[in-house]
């Protein structure tokens, strides 16, 4: 596994991140959770990613629970705040930073994160209060840096002129070889800024894994059949969507690369990209796609993934 500092802060974190969105506390059994998380530390993944909607706090505190054991210093762990928790509970207002990241740390058992991410941009709340609350966040030691997910550059832009408040380390888009959205505005902004990317959905959910065929059920131990977690792929899983990507097997298979690993060795080409959150339901995924760490892919195969590709980008969220 190789390793990338994030943005301008002294986090030196693993290629690949591991996530717990719709998988752990929730969608996945807790058996197969506990062995992704012990697998990803035996591979060298140091970066944990969560956020206290998922599940709405059974994500978190499944990571309290299987961390417990663990050295708090030998990994780096990332939670957000803005999703609803309650019908009251939601946003990003200082009051809620103040309660979420105290309900957070609670859950996971442990007394600061290294990353405090806003999961996405609040226009209800003046975005100084929200840089204030934050401030005073990594202030008290609850966290020590702070990130944004899916914010526009303007809104990035925004922040970055607010004197005298913590600086943002780390975006959060959703970035794959199926969605380039990120690349046109807020990665090269984010590079003037010392803030590095840390990408979600890099395998477009499983889609780039190759396991889904067009004109084929998905297979039935898989994201896209389940009935809680597969309701949010959308267009990823068209069939317009699954000829493109079969065109990426060849390339794959030219490579000596599986799928999954083309995939992710593709964000990490980004200059701007730091690591790749990648979900699992089963530790046997993360050995496969902890191979694409150090891979580079030469000019040739980068244009033949364009070529694969092109008309099937998405722009959905
Ligand atoms: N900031 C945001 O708004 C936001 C939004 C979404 C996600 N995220 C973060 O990003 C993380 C990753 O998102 P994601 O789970 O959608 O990412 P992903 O890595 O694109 O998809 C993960 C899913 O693909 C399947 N898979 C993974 N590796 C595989 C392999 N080698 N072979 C076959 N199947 C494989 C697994 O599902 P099955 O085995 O069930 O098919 C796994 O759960 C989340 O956990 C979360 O931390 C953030």
Redesign the pocket.
């Known amino acids: 596994m190789e390793y990338r500092n994030l943005g301008d802060s002294d986090l030196r974190v693993s290629e690949l991140?591991?996530?717990?969105?719709?998988?752990y506390g929730t969608?996945?059994e807790r058996e197969n959770s506990e062995a992704c998380v012990r697998r990803a530390f035996e591979l060298g993944i140091n970066f944990i990613?969560?956020?206290n909607i998922?599940g709405r706090g059974a994500a978190e505190s499944f990571l309290g629970e299987v961390l417990g054991g663990v050295d708090r210093s030998s990994y780096v762990l990332a939670t957000?705040l803005y999703f609803p928790m309650s019908s009251e509970d939601k946003g990003l207002s200082a009051a809620q930073v103040h309660k979420q990241i105290d309900a957070s740390l609670e859950r996971l058992g442990t007394d600061y994160v290294d990353l405090y991410?806003c999961?996405?941009y609040d226009t209800e709340t003046p975005l100084e209060e929200t840089m204030e609350a934050l401030t005073e966040v990594v202030r008290e030691g609850k966290a020590r840096y702070i990130g944004f997910?899916?914010w526009t550059a303007e809104q990035v832009r925004a922040a970055l002129a607010i004197p005298g408040v913590e600086k943002f380390v780390s975006s959060?888009p959703?970035y794959?070889m199926l969605r380039r959205v990120p690349e046109a505005e807020v990665i090269p902004l984010c590079r003037e800024n010392g803030i590095g990317q840390i990408v979600?959905?890099?395998?477009?959910?499983?889609v780039?894994?190759g396991?889904y065929r067009p004109g084929q059920a998905p297979?039935g131990?898989?994201?896209?059949a389940?009935d809680s977690?597969g309701s949010f792929m959308g267009e990823l899983g068209s069939e317009q969507t699954l000829r493109a990507v079969e065109r990426l097997r060849p390339i794959a298979g030219d490579l000596g690369l599986?799928m999954?690993q083309l995939a992710l060795a593709w964000v990490l080409r980004e200059p701007g990209v730091t690591s790749?959150?990648?979900?699992?339901?089963?530790p046997?995924?993360?050995d496969?796609?902890a191979g694409a760490s150090g891979v580079r892919l030469d000019d040739a195969s980068l244009r033949a993934i364009d070529e694969a590709l092109e008309g099937a980008y998405t722009t959905a969220a």
């Not at 991140?17 to 998988?23: E, H, R, V």
């Not at 979600?200 to 499983?206: E, I, T, V, Y």
């Not at 790749?276 to 089963?282: C, D, L, T, Y």
């Open positions: 991140a591991l996530g717990s969105w719709l998988t969608g996945v990613d969560t956020a998922y957000k991410q999961h996405r997910s899916e959060q959703q794959s979600w959905s890099p395998l477009a959910q499983g780039l894994t396991k297979p131990d898989s994201r896209a389940s977690m599986t999954s790749a959150i990648v979900g699992a339901s089963r046997e995924q993360l496969d796609n």
